[in-house]
């Protein structure tokens, strides 16, 4: 049975919360302990109804503030398929947590409320999906209770968002009306829109197609961790494993690879696991590669083939996402950078611009990223990185940026 | 992303090698970029499967960092023989850390309900201090329990080993930040993700043995608040308890004095798949007095530098 991660995303209150609750309670997901838990909480707090976000909404001050503060995880399974839900917070000062659900998702289901439309926060998050090149989205537009399940309503958002889609990199939309408070097109179709013919939101989860998003072309193994047993067995004496998980691609013994970034080439000598050796290795697996030639290789090296290389270099080029509140990214400053396995020192060389997210437009003269700010950026690294655009892979595409001083993760940034 | 061949049909990783593969990443990472890691063992099932796991991210070699236990001195025997063997076994290094020692030298004071639990957690910092442990990994799920499913799978622990749930790192990818200062750690979950079922698929599928007491079997129990709870050498029946026989099992083990039984006929392993599959009831629900004390008691534990 395939696996769906999917992540909520939209403004503050619009419902995402709300959502998760409803999509757990009509799918049965929901265990009876907890359940009365949220009856109890609900109750106490004078709520007219039982407020189902409090399924995901479990911190103190979450529940003081009736906000969303950071992701929740839940999990849970329909006969077709299996779910791992990343339940994020709409508001402004919290986009750093709704990037960090983001960033493993499948699939964005986005939030807007019938009575608001879109507003920037929704913008800013189904810029960051595309960004994060999540490969598939939808738009959730609710609270249609509240709007009289108008479609005139839902088709004036719908054209907006499609509008502001077309300028993005969404490669799959899907748009359905729902009502999260009341369960309206959740998991069975609502009787109270018999404009909409599509099919319910969990219909749609089961559903979507999420076979080809994978990379399974481009050959490359981050080595994580040299394993040379300090061991007199006979058969371990001489062991030296290259361990880690693929990347992308498939690796297989005997193929030639080339080690990055010395340049030097070998073969697979062998794929060991645990369980033994395998024939193939493909992501997301966890294996340890040996080689036929003794050659220097540590932490941090990569394992490509000959003939499909990534980009080895110190300059990159990346769009970057600010996650720090305290110090604002500015050029000439220096941090270390997280790439695969691989960690350096990097100086900011460039700011070309800082992205408008609600016209999208550049704004070429600007000096610094603040908090939730996106601009697109150059950095000088001190040793080069192994990387290919994110568009193409994501595992090679991708780093984060740590503050020196706090060792704060204070960026995200997509190789482009 | 159609740009890509869809071969994925010929290259499926089922859900159990996927959650195995991120928790053997993430073991790797935390040996490769951290100083001083341990494994908190206690002999409970999720623990029992971290080592597990361990074992295969580092094969052929041994583990290379030592198990930790905080003994309440609240055991259920058959688990402190199997922690010993299963440590013997793998020829790791067990350090044990004694709450019983902890209230005799003052460190911590024994509750008047007799629950050690949440004593456990000034005993768990001193030894982190002592050890000088920089990453402790922990056998905890998110679908446990509502505060954990908020927490990353590596969480920061200042150096009062508190956990900050308003003010967590942002962890994107698999692209985890280990980076600590001096006095600070993490707290690292490789099984984040894996659901009760999942463990015991795992379990089931790799053969992987536990204590009996996760299977039916006859005890000799009190009920207290609809919990069931063992009469144990250091936990008599109280005034007006009836003791009674009754056929239960495990589906968490803690500290004795906060862990209850439930009522169950599962004697294999299959069995308890079943039983699990079909529960209405969480398994900490089910079993842990330690969370009915308030509705945020594992954040607060938490926020105090608890597992
Ligand atoms: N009438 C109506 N109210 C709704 C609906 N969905 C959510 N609400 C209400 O909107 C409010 C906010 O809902 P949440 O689910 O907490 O919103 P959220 O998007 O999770 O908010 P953050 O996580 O803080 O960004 C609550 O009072 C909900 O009861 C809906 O479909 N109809
Ligand atoms: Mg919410």
């Given at each position: 049975m395939d696996l769906l991660r999917f992540a909520t995303a939209g403004s503050v209150d619009d419902g995402k919360s709300t959502l998760i609750g409803r999509l757990l309670y009509d799918s049965k997901s929901i265990f009876e302990d907890q359940l009365a838990a949220v009856e109890a909480t609900s109750a106490a707090r004078g709520d007219d109804y039982t407020d189902l976000a409090l399924l995901t909404d479990g911190l103190r001050a979450e529940r003081e503030q009736g906000i969303t503060i950071d992701v929740a995880y839940r999990y849970f399974a329909t006969p077709r398929r299996k779910f791992i839900i990343a339940d994020t917070p709409g508001h402004i000062q919290y986009t750093r947590n709704m990037v960090t659900g983001a960033s493993t998702a499948d699939l964005a289901l986005i939030l807007v409320d019938a009575r608001k439309g879109l507003v920037e926060q929704s913008r800013r998050h189904a810029f960051l999906c595309s960004l994060l090149r999540v490969p598939h989205m939808v738009l959730c537009v609710n609270k249609m209770d509240l709007v009289d399940w108008s479609e005139e309503v839902f088709e004036k958002i719908s054209a907006e968002f499609r509008a502001f889609a077309a300028k993005l990199d969404v490669p799959d939309l899907a748009i359905i009306p729902i009502s999260a408070l009341k369960g309206d097109n959740i998991v069975e179709r609502s009787q109270n829109m018999p404009w909409y013919e599509g099919t319910s939101l969990l219909h749609h989860l089961e559903h979507v197609h999420i076979g080809s998003d994978r990379n399974l072309v481009d050959a490359r193994f981050p080595v994580q961790h040299v394993i040379r047993p300090q061991s007199n067995a006979d058969d371990r004496r001489d062991y030296r494993g290259y361990a880690g998980q693929v990347a992308s691609g498939v690796l297989k013994p005997g193929d030639e690879v080339m080690v990055l970034p010395s340049g030097f080439t070998s073969r697979i000598a062998g794929i060991d696991t645990a369980d033994g050796p395998v024939a193939e290795a493909y992501p997301p697996m966890s294996v340890t590669v040996r080689l036929e030639d003794e050659i220097d290789i540590s932490r941090g090296d990569m394992f490509c083939r000959p003939n499909n290389k990534p980009q080895v270099s110190q300059d990159v080029e990346a769009m970057v996402c600010w996650m720090d509140e305290s110090v604002p990214l500015t050029p000439g400053r220096k941090y270390t950078i997280k790439h695969t396995t691989r960690s350096a020192r990097a100086v900011v060389k460039n700011l070309h611009y800082r992205l408008d997210i609600n016209t999208l437009h550049r704004d070429e003269g600007a000096s610094s990223l603040g908090l939730n700010e996106i601009g697109r950026v150059r950095l000088r690294t001190t040793v080069p990185l192994l990387h290919d655009e994110y568009r193409r892979n994501r595992a090679t595409g991708g780093f984060i940026i740590i503050?020196?001083?706090?060792?704060?993760?204070a960026g995200a940034a997509i190789i482009v | 992303m159609t740009e890509f061949p869809t071969q994925s049909v010929g290259y499926a990783v089922s859900h159990l090698d996927a959650l195995e593969a991120e928790a053997i990443f993430v073991f790797r990472e935390v040996v490769a970029e951290c100083e001083r890691p341990v494994l908190l063992f206690s002999g409970g099932k999720d623990s029992i499967v971290l080592l597990h796991l361990a074992q295969k991210a580092f094969w052929p070699g041994r583990i290379p960092f030592p198990l930790l236990h905080v003994d309440t001195g609240h055991n259920f025997e058959e688990v402190l023989a199997f922690r010993d063997r299963r440590a013997a076994e793998l020829e790791a290094q067990l350090l044990v850390a004694s709450v019983q020692e902890g209230i005799d030298s003052g460190l911590v004071a024994e509750p008047p309900s007799g629950m050690r639990n949440a004593i456990q957690t000034p005993v768990l910092l001193e030894a982190v201090e002592k050890y000088r442990f920089d990453a402790l990994f922990g056998g905890a799920r998110r679908d446990e329990e509502k505060a954990r499913a908020k927490e990353r799978v590596f969480s920061f622990r200042d150096e009062f080993g508190q956990w900050d749930p308003k003010n967590q790192r942002p962890e994107l990818?698999?692209?985890?930040?280990?980076r600590t200062h001096s006095g600070e750690s993490m707290r690292v979950f490789p099984l984040s993700n894996w659901t009760e079922l999942d463990v015991w698929h795992y379990i089931q599928r790799e053969n992987i043995a536990l204590p009996d007491i996760y299977f039916a079997h006859e005890r000799e129990v009190v009920d207290r608040g609809g919990m069931l709870y063992a009469v144990h050498e250091v936990l008599p029946a109280k005034p007006g308890e009836e003791p009674f026989t009754e056929l239960v099992r495990y589906r968490t083990v803690g500290d004795a004095s906060c862990t209850a039984a439930v009522r169950s006929d599962a004697r294999t392993v299959a069995e308890v798949i079943d039983e699990v599959a079909a529960t209405r009831i969480t398994e900490r629900g089910a079993t842990?007095?330690?969370?009915?004390?308030?509705?945020a008691a594992m954040e607060d534990r938490k926020r105090e530098g608890y597992f």
């Amino acid at each position: 049975m395939d696996l769906l991660r999917f992540a909520t995303a939209g403004s503050v209150d619009d419902g995402k919360s709300t959502l998760i609750g409803r999509l757990l309670y009509d799918s049965k997901s929901i265990f009876e302990d907890q359940l009365a838990a949220v009856e109890a909480t609900s109750a106490a707090r004078g709520d007219d109804y039982t407020d189902l976000a409090l399924l995901t909404d479990g911190l103190r001050a979450e529940r003081e503030q009736g906000i969303t503060i950071d992701v929740a995880y839940r999990y849970f399974a329909t006969p077709r398929r299996k779910f791992i839900i990343a339940d994020t917070p709409g508001h402004i000062q919290y986009t750093r947590n709704m990037v960090t659900g983001a960033s493993t998702a499948d699939l964005a289901l986005i939030l807007v409320d019938a009575r608001k439309g879109l507003v920037e926060q929704s913008r800013r998050h189904a810029f960051l999906c595309s960004l994060l090149r999540v490969p598939h989205m939808v738009l959730c537009v609710n609270k249609m209770d509240l709007v009289d399940w108008s479609e005139e309503v839902f088709e004036k958002i719908s054209a907006e968002f499609r509008a502001f889609a077309a300028k993005l990199d969404v490669p799959d939309l899907a748009i359905i009306p729902i009502s999260a408070l009341k369960g309206d097109n959740i998991v069975e179709r609502s009787q109270n829109m018999p404009w909409y013919e599509g099919t319910s939101l969990l219909h749609h989860l089961e559903h979507v197609h999420i076979g080809s998003d994978r990379n399974l072309v481009d050959a490359r193994f981050p080595v994580q961790h040299v394993i040379r047993p300090q061991s007199n067995a006979d058969d371990r004496r001489d062991y030296r494993g290259y361990a880690g998980q693929v990347a992308s691609g498939v690796l297989k013994p005997g193929d030639e690879v080339m080690v990055l970034p010395s340049g030097f080439t070998s073969r697979i000598a062998g794929i060991d696991t645990a369980d033994g050796p395998v024939a193939e290795a493909y992501p997301p697996m966890s294996v340890t590669v040996r080689l036929e030639d003794e050659i220097d290789i540590s932490r941090g090296d990569m394992f490509c083939r000959p003939n499909n290389k990534p980009q080895v270099s110190q300059d990159v080029e990346a769009m970057v996402c600010w996650m720090d509140e305290s110090v604002p990214l500015t050029p000439g400053r220096k941090y270390t950078i997280k790439h695969t396995t691989r960690s350096a020192r990097a100086v900011v060389k460039n700011l070309h611009y800082r992205l408008d997210i609600n016209t999208l437009h550049r704004d070429e003269g600007a000096s610094s990223l603040g908090l939730n700010e996106i601009g697109r950026v150059r950095l000088r690294t001190t040793v080069p990185l192994l990387h290919d655009e994110y568009r193409r892979n994501r595992a090679t595409g991708g780093f984060i940026i740590i503050d020196e001083a706090t060792n704060k993760t204070a960026g995200a940034a997509i190789i482009v | 992303m159609t740009e890509f061949p869809t071969q994925s049909v010929g290259y499926a990783v089922s859900h159990l090698d996927a959650l195995e593969a991120e928790a053997i990443f993430v073991f790797r990472e935390v040996v490769a970029e951290c100083e001083r890691p341990v494994l908190l063992f206690s002999g409970g099932k999720d623990s029992i499967v971290l080592l597990h796991l361990a074992q295969k991210a580092f094969w052929p070699g041994r583990i290379p960092f030592p198990l930790l236990h905080v003994d309440t001195g609240h055991n259920f025997e058959e688990v402190l023989a199997f922690r010993d063997r299963r440590a013997a076994e793998l020829e790791a290094q067990l350090l044990v850390a004694s709450v019983q020692e902890g209230i005799d030298s003052g460190l911590v004071a024994e509750p008047p309900s007799g629950m050690r639990n949440a004593i456990q957690t000034p005993v768990l910092l001193e030894a982190v201090e002592k050890y000088r442990f920089d990453a402790l990994f922990g056998g905890a799920r998110r679908d446990e329990e509502k505060a954990r499913a908020k927490e990353r799978v590596f969480s920061f622990r200042d150096e009062f080993g508190q956990w900050d749930p308003k003010n967590q790192r942002p962890e994107l990818w698999s692209l985890y930040n280990a980076r600590t200062h001096s006095g600070e750690s993490m707290r690292v979950f490789p099984l984040s993700n894996w659901t009760e079922l999942d463990v015991w698929h795992y379990i089931q599928r790799e053969n992987i043995a536990l204590p009996d007491i996760y299977f039916a079997h006859e005890r000799e129990v009190v009920d207290r608040g609809g919990m069931l709870y063992a009469v144990h050498e250091v936990l008599p029946a109280k005034p007006g308890e009836e003791p009674f026989t009754e056929l239960v099992r495990y589906r968490t083990v803690g500290d004795a004095s906060c862990t209850a039984a439930v009522r169950s006929d599962a004697r294999t392993v299959a069995e308890v798949i079943d039983e699990v599959a079909a529960t209405r009831i969480t398994e900490r629900g089910a079993t842990r007095g330690d969370d009915r004390v308030s509705e945020a008691a594992m954040e607060d534990r938490k926020r105090e530098g608890y597992f």
